[in-house]
């Protein structure tokens, strides 16, 4: 099946700085990839839609200014956490499609912790 | 947001039982898939059932779909050990896409 990579898979930076995760397909295209943030023993939260070429669509109540999306290209895309802080350390998972209505291909996953 | 409830939460049981989840969700769908993770892990495809669809398998994993009642149901016959995780169902609305919206989880233990 396709392959969709994510780094860093943790990390852990100081309160105050910004940490930068890559999703990338590696295998495929992506005009469209996802971003989502799962806290401990809970389901995933959908953050935005990223969309290539174009600004990121953001759930109600995430901060489009707190979690920068870019998506430059068709097999990347960035989630930055600007100015991280101990509540944003949560586990943050991408993913693809490779179009159609088909299955989702996620990343492994980014743990961030701030301390 | 979350679109579905998953019960139950969590189920334990002996390696060899069946586990059966299930799932209900609230709008209109394209089609329903579940997923499989690992503690601390990204999520695993396990099985896409189409909104015309009732019944899917494959291997050990049998999926219902029941769109009157917007429910679904996943069923893990002779369970092993390895099947510890979390079982997470996600429907696809036919957004652009292909948006999923996932239910809460049931965290299933198989004890050897």
Known sequence: ?115 | SQQGEEDPQALSIQEGENATMNCSYKTSINNLQWYRQNSGRGLVHLILIRSNEREKHSGRLRVTLDTSKKSSSLLITASRAADTASYFCATDAGNAGNMLTFGGGTRLMVKP
């Not at chain 1, 509540?87 to 088909?102: M, R, V």
């Open chain 1, 1 to 115: 099946g396709a392959v969709v990579s994510q780094h860093p898979s943790w990390v852990i930076c100081k309160s105050g700085t910004s940490v930068k995760i890559e999703c990338r397909s590696l295998d495929f295209q992506a005009t469209t990839m996802f971003w989502y943030r799962q806290f401990p023993k809970q389901s995933l939260m959908l953050m935005a839609t990223s969309n290539e070429g174009s600004k990121a669509t953001y759930e109600q109540g995430v901060e489009k200014d707190k979690f920068l999306i870019n998506h430059a290209s068709l097999t990347l895309s960035t989630l930055t956490v600007t100015s991280a802080h101990p509540e944003d350390s949560s586990f943050y998972i991408c993913s693809a499609n490779t179009g159609g209505f088909t299955e989702a291909f996620f990343g492994q996953g980014t743990r961030l912790t701030v301390v």
